[in-house]
């Protein structure tokens, strides 16, 4: 009886739960009540809204945060992505944005894109139930029509169920048409005249034109050649990144471009070289006064000998061998001397240290050195950023200048966002800061690998590494405020009192400093500096093939600036090239955007208006079969014409026998080789054709998945990403990133 009264529960506080009370007073509680009341008080009294959304945040992306840390997480929940088409490719990259954690996603789609058959065999988020024929009194095929769902809708409406802090909305617009609209409102904005301007608003083009300004990058599929060479153009002009992929049968492929330029700050390569400074020439004061403490290593006890750590082994083993009058740098003999000498040192075979120490000996007479990828970025540094007396290049002798192409200008440098102007100031401090240190770049403390220690001993060399790579910042730090900002307002003077073709200079140089001064102020300097020391040696500049000058490449256009890109393709379209199948597949996916464009139909289908089902002619009749055999036969005829075109060259280049084989009397051989690359291009025209321009789930899916991984890694700016266009072929398992 005592049990049931206590579990009635009359009144509307929480806490009389715990305190069985049936009037609503509040009584005394005991010590095993508080205690209950306590576990409670976090469900009665949470924390604050934002709290707990971050706790959710970061235990929800917890994994993820392991690659791209908490700064790559964050800007991934700020983007804002555009993804034109609805289809089993766009599905697949937007579902793994969406898992990724984006702020805002928006599928846009044609209208009249309803739900098919076929969508639901190679799409996932789309369901069968959206195909039922639920007609009404006459069950007529138009009410059928009107209660089928467009694609577009299904597929948001299931994205939106995978992650419910992303806002997935969808666009109601043929993609096509808006890439037309925003086309001509972008013509009419770079007009002077005002009057146009204000036409193209009237024409609905501008408000495309600004819609799409705000997303952080566009991702287009299964747009044509022509469609997305437009896209490209307008994305350069508001300066975004444009993803452009397709999924053609067996075949995909994706490229990234629109804003020509990507500046990468953490790289996070694989393989990490050693910056240790054990070198005669990059030793410091402090590294050298740690490793005295070990000197008298024959003084010291089994434990302590076997945990010396092998970079203060290496040490000391070159200072003593040093004082024997020996150089190691550029003397082989002596490097294998002094190889031998730290060999004895060992007491036993069995130290690991010493196994270290002997792995890494190469670290003692390690020259300075700047990158390749380092020595581009400050080739590619603007003029500007650089003093007068200043050389124009940091690079080696031996590096070829030829393969770097022009410098930056200032005006991209303008036009970027806040992070890659501190990018281009932060490279001309480098560029400063390595000729001030004999070639040494700032030391990153974080590189120092583990080792056979004690504690106490790593710890201290570690304090040591660290006290140095903060004294290399707040150097970098200096030279920022001190040189290169003073020299770009000195170069603004300059410029503003010299010719009116330099103004505009002025204007962007002007425009560079007010932006760094009003938004970056000294924690975020400071912040950017770290980050930029740490990954100095890592960092790259990648620059994208627009989309049209990848069109005249592969149209064998004669420019000087293609011949190298004009190589390496006739080189993948080598017969002993095992990437030919993902050359030969792209050229044969340009001619079928070609074909379409000139007969307004796919390869392999018929156009509607000359009245035949492609359901019925590619049935399995008798008739069908001989009606799609004709029809197959005449388009991959078409098809291989169309690659010829322009392609013969490099094609027959590449088979064409040369001067030995001639002399050797093989020059039927050759023939065969032609034979066969023609007999191999027929093969591929075929599979274009077979296909229709059809999405297949497993393809889409890993094409999907690489454009995702590339928009990722321009969204989060870590990582390298692709600067050519990256192909595979699921049929022959190759892949391929072609110029």
């Known amino acids: 009886r005592r049990r049931r009264r206590r579990t009635r529960v009359t009144t509307t506080t929480g806490l009389s739960l715990f305190f069985g009370s049936q009037t609503g007073a509040t009584p005394t509680p005991s010590k095993k009540k508080k205690e209950r009341l306590y576990c409670w008080s976090f469900f009665l009294f949470p924390k604050n809204k934002r709290e707990e959304e971050e706790g959710m945040s970061s235990s929800r992306y917890d994994r993820q945060m392991r690659l791209w840390g908490e700064r790559g997480q964050q800007a991934l929940q700020n983007a804002s992505v555009l993804v034109m088409d609805s289809g089993p490719t766009s599905a697949e990259c937007a579902k793994n944005l969406i898992l990724g954690g984006v702020a805002r996603l928006t599928m846009c789609d044609a209208p009249e894109r309803l ?47 995978l992650n419910a802090n992303v806002e997935v909305t969808f666009w109601d617009e043929d993609p096509r048409q808006i890439v037309e609209r925003c086309f001509h409102a972008a013509a009419i904005a770079a007009a002077k005249d005002k009057d146009d301007q204000r036409e193209a608003n009237e024409e609905n083009g501008g408000d495309y034109y600004h819609r799409l300004q705000e997303f952080d990058i566009v991702i287009a599929s299964q747009l044509d050649e022509a469609t997305t060479i437009k896209l490209d153009d307008i994305c350069q ?23 020509k330029t990507h500046c990468v700050v953490e790289a996070k390569p ?90 890494n000996v190469r670290t003692a007479w390690q020259k300075p050195e700047v990158p390749e990828n380092v020595s581009e970025c400050f080739e590619k540094l603007p003029r500007e950023f650089r003093r007068d007396e200043d050389e124009p290049t940091m690079m080696d002798a031996e590096t070829d200048v030829s393969s770097f192409s022009n410098v930056v200008s200032l005006a991209d440098v303008e036009a970027s966002d806040e992070s890659t102007k501190l990018f281009w100031i932060f490279v001309a401090a480098l560029e400063e800061f390595s000729k001030r240190n004999k070639k040494y770049l700032p030391l990153d403390a974080g590189a120092l690998p583990d080792m056979t220690s004690t504690t106490d001993a790593f710890v201290g060399l570690q304090k040591v590494y660290l006290e140095k790579a903060q004294r ?50 000294d924690k975020q300097l400071e912040e950017f500096c770290a980050r930029f020391c740490k990954n100095a040696r890592d960092i790259r500049f990648v620059s994208f093939t627009s989309l049209a000058e990848e069109r005249d490449i592969w149209k064998w256009e004669s420019k ?33 955007d070609a074909f379409e464009a000139k007969l307004c139909r796919k390869a392999g289908t018929y156009a509607p208006e000359e009245g035949v089902d492609n ?20 388009d991959c005829g078409e098809l291989r014409a169309l690659v010829t075109k322009d392609l013969e060259a490099a094609i027959f280049q590449s088979t064409s026998p040369t001067k030995m084989d001639v002399e050797n009397q093989s020059a039927v051989g050759s023939k065969q080789t032609s034979e066969e690359a023609c007999t191999f291009l027929e093969q591929l025209a075929w599979e274009v054709v077979r296909a229709q321009g059809g999405e297949i789930h497993a393809v889409a899916s890993v094409v999907g998945g690489i454009a995702s991984q590339e928009a990722i890694k321009l969204i989060t700016g870590q990582f390298v990403p692709s600067h050519g266009r990256v192909c595979v072929h699921l049929a022959d398992g190759s892949s391929a990133i072609l110029p």
């Open 615 to 634: 359901v019925a002619a590619s049935s399995g009749t008798e008739k069908g079969k001989s009606m799609l055999f004709h029809r197959m036969t005449s």
């Open 560 to 592: 000087p600036e293609y011949e190298g890109k004009k190589e390496k393709i006739a080189s993948l379209l080598s017969v002993d090239n095992p990437q030919r199948v993902c050359a030969y597949s792209y050229a044969l996916l340009r001619a079928s």
């Open 115 to 161: 739900v098919e058959e076929r969508d639901a065999g190679n799409n996932f988020m789309v369901v069968k139930n959206a195909l039922s024929r639920c007609g009404g009194k006459n069950n007529t095929i138009t009410e059928t029509v009107e209660r089928r769902k467009k694609r577009g809708e299904m597929v948001c409406e299931h994205l939106r169920v």
């Open 237 to 259: 002009k508001v300066q975004k990144k444009l993803l452009t992929m397709r999924s053609h049968g067996c075949f995909g492929t994706a490229k990234i471009s629109g804003s």
């Open 270 to 359: 694989e393989n990490r070289k050693l910056d240790l400074r054990l070198s005669e020439s990059g030793t410091f004061k402090e590294l050298s006064e740690y490793a005295d403490k070990f000197e008298d290593l024959e003084a010291m006890d089994e434990q302590r000998f076997a945990h010396v750590p092998w970079a203060v082994l290496v040490l000391v083993a070159k200072k003593r061998f040093i004082n024997r009058n020996k150089t190691l740098e550029d003397d082989y003999e002596a490097q294998k001397e002094f190889k031998e000498f730290l060999k004895s040192m060992r007491r036993t075979k069995t130290e690991l240290n010493f196994e270290e120490a002997l792995e």
């Open 472 to 521: 290399d910042q707040r150097e970098m730090l200096q030279i920022v405020k001190e040189t290169v900002v003073p020299n770009l307002k000195s170069k603004m003077m300059t410029t503003t009192t010299a010719a009116a073709s330099d103004n505009s200079n002025s204007s962007y140089i002007n425009k560079i400093v007010d932006d760094i001064e009003t938004n970056a102020n």
